[in-house]
């Protein structure tokens, strides 16, 4: 994981495993009121860093699901393993936990544009994917005006293998360009599993500290993924070295290679007013 899990695994298994936050290699890439008018966001498109935060162990980006409402409040989507007080535990959903982590807003070039700060953990897991949206005090119309700065818009359907994508790390201030190579059925590390992850091509080499950075298509300028993870060494199902396992049970091996979790399955279960709906259609985050 690369918070070095890349962020938050660092301060949980400092000694016992060497994770990927700010001072390590990848691998959980971390662990350094009335209806409003529906506008849709301004075009973002990678590689900048537009939309990218910056966290204390880990990376992260300003985002939008597609209908959200400019008097919304904003959202920023991480890691599950770069949250504050501790990476979730297997089977462990986080939901609507009162939070008040602050957040560095970069420009276009990476520069400090100012600090965003959270209300609430609206979401967080590291079961079945590796993912974490905290809900910001600052409604997108406030970012706006203060930061001129849109979100990036979170996909709401899987994407298709094969294009070419960005991996933008706030932590680094450093943006990995590479394909998308194809989907794990499964992915193992250590004691976590994720399903359907995004597999990059090689060129895609994360290292700690780019934990949460958003996976943005080319194309569109969408996120369709988080970062959080690469096989470091070439170990086989550890910390920081996971491995893929297909249906059958067969255990593969790609030292070198990173990967994302899919996003789409969690962007489905934001209700206008930024809120959480396990029931929403196409909700199949974990509950």
């Known amino acids: 994981m690369q ?17 990927t936050a700010g001072t390590s290699s990848a691998a959980l890439a971390a662990p350094a009121p009335a209806p409003a008018s529906v506008t849709a966001p301004r075009p973002v498109k990678a590689p900048n860093f537009t939309s990218i935060i910056a966290l204390s162990n880990c990376s992260g980006s300003l985002v939008r699901v597609p209908g959200a409402a400019d008097t919304d409040p904003a959202l920023v989507l991480t890691n599950g393993h770069c949250i504050d007080g501790g990476m979730p535990s297997a089977g462990q959903v986080i939901k609507n936990q009162s939070s008040s982590r602050s957040f560095t807003l970069l420009n276009s070039s990476g520069g400090t544009l100012g600090t965003l700060r959270a209300t609430s953990l609206l979401y967080a897991t590291m079961t079945d994917t590796d993912a974490a949206l905290y809900k910001l005090s600052s409604t997108y119309a406030d970012i706006q005006r203060q930061y001129s700065t849109p979100a990036l818009e979170m996909v709401l359907s899987r994407p298709s293998s094969g294009g070419t994508l960005h991996v933008v790390s706030g932590y680094w201030k450093r943006i990995y360009t590479c394909r998308l190579d194809g989907f794990a059925y499964r992915i193992r590390e250590a004691n976590w ?19 949460g950075s958003p996976a943005i298509d080319d194309a569109s300028g969408k996120v369709i993924g988080v970062n959080n993870t690469i096989n470091e060494s070439g170990g086989r199902c550890t910390m920081n070295n996971p491995c893929e396992v297909d249906e059958q049970g067969q255990v593969t091996v790609r030292r070198q290679i990173g990967y994302a979790q899919q996003t789409y399955t969690l962007a489905n279960c934001i209700a206008p007013g930024t809120r959480l709906d396990m029931n929403r259609p196409g909700c199949t985050a974990p509950r």
Do not use: M, P, Q
Request: charged share 20%; aromatic share 8%.
């Open 3 to 19: 918070r070095r899990i890349i962020g938050a695994l660092a301060a949980a298994f400092l000694g016992a495993a060497t994770l």
């Open 193 to 211: 599993t994720w399903k359907d992850s995004l597999r990059y091509t090689r060129e895609c080499n994360v290292i700690g500290g780019t934990s």
